[in-house]
């Protein structure tokens, strides 16, 4: 990213975006969901933690943290205080054995959700929770992702960020738990009660690399915002989700 590029960027995130004192990003959102739903955690799993980030400092300040990954990089995350590299589907760990699960951007990646989702209620205390964040498939960035072949999102994801060139490539995406229904399915569907489902639209963050994008996705942005009736076709799912506690 270029010194004039990264100005721009953070010109127009500034003015039409930051400078809103009612205004937060996504990560201030999930943040906020997750601190208003726990207090203080003895055990936390993070799955999909990946190396150190924002999300697991976040979870450190609550309680003591498990990284789980099938990238080996999930070792370099400080804020854990044990890492394990698993296979994506079972998790190395006795039933009940945390509090909490969360996972940020990660259920667009999971390949057999209901396997998935059982092994998460399996290591759960009852009355343990479930927090995670994921893209809804009817949003316009995950509709391209699904219906474009793997090469192209690993081509253009990061560049329409306007990323540098070192961050991490994208990972595969599935998106078979990613519309409001298919979640509501398959966490009942898996011993779980639903405590919060909320869908939000943030910043157009994909379009950062162009002004040519970024104004009409803007207007798009305001328009799912403005009503309810629009909240399918919002960015990203959030949840909290409970296991019952028989």
């Known amino acids: 990213m270029s010194m004039q590029e990264g100005t721009w960027q953070r010109n127009v995130l500034d003015k039409y975006y930051f400078s809103r004192t009612e205004w937060l990003n996504g990560r201030a959102i999930f943040n906020r969901l997750i601190i208003r739903n726990v207090e203080s955690c003895g055990s936390i799993l993070e799955i999909g933690a990946g190396p150190t980030n924002k999300t697991t400092s976040l979870l450190a300040s609550l309680g003591n943290v498990t990284g789980l990954d099938i990238d080996p990089a999930?070792?370099?995350?400080?804020?854990?205080?044990?890492?394990k590299v698993y296979d994506g589907i079972h998790i190395?760990?006795?039933?009940?054995?945390?509090?909490l699960a969360i996972s940020d951007y990660v259920c667009e990646h999971i390949q057999s959700p209901l396997q998935v989702m059982r092994e998460i209620n399996r290591v759960l205390r009852p009355a343990g929770l479930y927090i995670f964040r994921t893209p809804?498939?009817?949003?316009?960035?995950?509709?391209?992702?699904?219906?474009?072949?793997?090469?192209?999102?690993?081509?253009i994801a990061n560049r329409a960020r306007n990323l540098p060139t070192e961050s991490h490539e994208p990972y595969p995406t599935y998106y078979r738990?990613?519309?409001?229904?298919?979640c509501r399915r398959i966490l009942k569907a898996t011993g779980f009660d639903i405590k919060v489902y909320e869908t939000i639209e943030t910043e157009p963050s994909y379009a950062m690399a162009s002004r040519l994008f970024f104004y009409p996705l803007m207007v798009w942005e305001r328009l799912l915002n403005s009503s309810s009736w629009f909240e399918g076709l919002?960015?990203?799912?959030?949840?909290?989700?409970?296991?019952?506690?028989?």
Not at 92 to 99: K, L, V
Not at 177 to 182: A, F
Not at 234 to 240: A, D, E, K, Q, S
């Open 177 to 182: 738990m990613n519309t409001r229904r298919t």
């Open 234 to 246: 919002r960015v990203n799912i959030l949840c909290v989700a409970k296991k019952k506690e028989s």
């Open 136 to 155: 809804n498939l009817w949003h316009y960035v995950s509709l391209v992702a699904k219906f474009t072949p793997y090469w192209f999102h690993h081509w």
């Open 74 to 83: 999930v070792k370099t995350n400080v804020h854990c205080q044990q890492t």
């Open 92 to 99: 190395p760990y006795e039933d009940g054995s945390f509090d």
